[in-house]
């Protein structure tokens, strides 16, 4: 059950649903959002007198476009593409791009929405965006994917640029594709703007950490809000599911602070682990090989099993990371994960975790990070790779890792003092929602009705 929105706000959701008919997941964003805003908005009205939500909550422009291509059998396909550019006030549109058959208008606009947000709390100058499309990449050969990139990129390279809308990676766009897509927006422009996409490889433009940097951050997130209750990582015993670019490099940083990740999953079932998951062999079957999660349990040797239905939040332990998908772990698993003593959760990918599980966390004193905070270390250490790229300069893994340590300490510091001040302490939601909302409208504000 969901707390009212308060007074002016419930009109304005109204609105919101009217005008954005079937968007179920960027209605639950905004809507999670919207709840929180209440104490804000008490003491600042001139963003409600302004429109300022109103403006927020429209994308300043979103594009959809065909991508045809051809598969290795010489069969034409055609797939659709997106790009939802939200908000540019704090700086360039920036946020990854998802290739999974689930991609629709609604899934890019909640998670560009989120972007905005997140993208504030790092307090690096970027604004908010996502796209992504329908394109299965599982199954398909290095040649079509490169085939399909291309014809990604042939029509959305006219709305790029290191200034105005920069993509990276997310769901099913990893190091090989952001690749393609570079070589192909390069070949057209005849321009070499490394700037103009995040996720690069290390040759070309990349930055060190970029890869870990989600995964590493949301770890380092947790590890903050562990120690302002007087406690740290080691020993702790983590569920991770997924099995991707955020989930493995959150279980590498989990195992370094001294914890066991015992979990891992992907859209076929889930693994347990007592010994830990063996990090070496995981990307061996994920990233090299481009298997399965099963393929990780045969040849562990009789150390794991893989369950193939349910889910992964039925395995007792004290820190659950989510970094699959949205709404992957529901008010029951919420109830389950209590019920077998989680202390600490948080969000590696963006919203998994429903509404009602928030609540069941939060009511039961689970510190809850939300992922417009815990994984924002991606984005941020994106943001690294632009300065970088403008300044052709390139850190070392070690600078580049303590600037992300420094940002995930800036941000967790944020979000609870902001929820501190305005009277909901410990409650990360609230705070990292005020204080992106009140960066982003300070600078909507400032720059007229435009
Ligand atoms: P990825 O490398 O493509 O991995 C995605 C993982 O999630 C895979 O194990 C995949 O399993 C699983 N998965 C995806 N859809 C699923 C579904 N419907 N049901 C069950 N499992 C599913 O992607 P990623 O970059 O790690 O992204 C994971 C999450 O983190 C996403 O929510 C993304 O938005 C978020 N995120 C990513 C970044 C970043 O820097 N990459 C930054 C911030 C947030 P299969 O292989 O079976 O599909």
Redesign the pocket.
């Known amino acids: 059950m969901s707390p009212v929105l308060e007074g002016q706000l419930e009109p304005l959701y109204a609105e919101l649903l009217r005008r954005n008919p079937g968007e179920e997941e960027f209605h639950q964003a905004a809507r999670e959002v919207l709840e929180t805003l209440g104490p804000l908005l008490a003491k600042r009205p001139e963003f409600l007198e302004a429109k300022v939500i109103e403006r927020i909550c429209e994308p300043e422009r979103q594009l959809i476009f065909r991508v045809p291509w051809t598969d290795d059998s010489g069969q034409v396909h055609v797939n659709r593409g997106f790009r939802v550019e939200f908000n540019s006030a704090l700086g360039p549109f920036k946020g990854?791009l998802?290739?999974?058959p689930?991609v629709n208008l609604g899934i890019v606009k909640f998670?560009g929405f989120e972007q905005i947000f997140?993208n504030a709390l790092t307090g690096m100058s970027i604004g908010g965006g996502k796209g992504g499309s329908d394109f299965d990449p599982?199954g398909r050969s290095a040649n079509e994917v490169m085939r399909f990139c291309q014809s990604f990129m042939t029509e959305l390279y006219r709305h790029l640029g290191e200034h105005t809308d920069v993509p990276?990676?997310?769901?099913?766009?990893?190091g090989r594709e952001i690749g393609y897509l570079f070589g192909q927006y390069r070949r057209i422009t005849n321009r070499y703007e490394a700037g103009v996409l995040t996720?690069k490889g290390l040759g070309w433009g990349g930055s060190q950490v970029?890869?870990e940097?989600?995964?590493y951050g949301?770890v380092l997130f947790i590890a903050e809000m562990l120690r302002v209750r007087g406690e740290d990582m080691d020993g702790h015993r983590v569920a991770v599911?997924?099995?991707?670019?955020?989930?493995?490099h959150a279980i590498d940083k989990a195992h370094q602070l001294g914890a066991t990740v015992i979990t891992?999953?992907?859209?076929?079932g889930y693994v347990v682990d007592e010994k830990g998951i063996d990090l070496e062999l995981l990307h061996q079957v994920?990233?090299v090989e481009?298997g399965?999660?099963g393929d990780y349990v045969e040849r562990r040797g009789g150390a794991a099993r893989l369950v193939e239905q349910g889910s992964v939040w039925q395995v007792p332990c004290d820190v659950a990371l989510p970094?699959?998908?949205?709404n992957?772990l529901t008010e029951s698993d919420a109830v389950t994960l209590v019920r077998n003593g989680v202390t600490a959760v948080a969000?590696?990918?963006?919203?998994?975790t429903t509404p009602e599980a928030v609540r069941v966390l939060r009511e039961a004193g689970v510190a809850f990070g939300p992922?417009k905070a815990a994984?924002?270390?991606?984005?941020a250490?994106?943001a690294l790779e632009m300065r970088q790229n403008a300044s052709r300069e390139s850190w070392s893994f070690e600078r580049a890792e303590e600037q992300l340590a420094q940002i995930m300490r800036h941000i967790h510091t944020l979000c609870h003092d902001t929820a501190q001040r305005y009277d909901r302490p410990g409650d990360y939601v609230a705070g990292a929602n005020i204080a992106g909302f009140e960066a982003v409208a300070e600078a909507v504000l400032a720059q007229g009705v435009i």
């Not at 970094?323 to 949205?326: C, D």
């Not at 994984?375 to 984005?379: D, I, L, R």
């Open positions: 990854g998802r290739f999974h689930s998670l997140k599982k990276a990676g997310d769901i099913g766009v990893g996720g970029r890869t940097a989600t995964g949301s599911s997924g099995s991707g670019n955020v989930a493995r891992c999953s992907d859209s076929s994920k990233e481009r399965r999660v970094a699959a998908t949205q992957e969000e590696g990918a963006n919203m998994p992922g994984n924002a270390g991606g984005v250490t994106s």
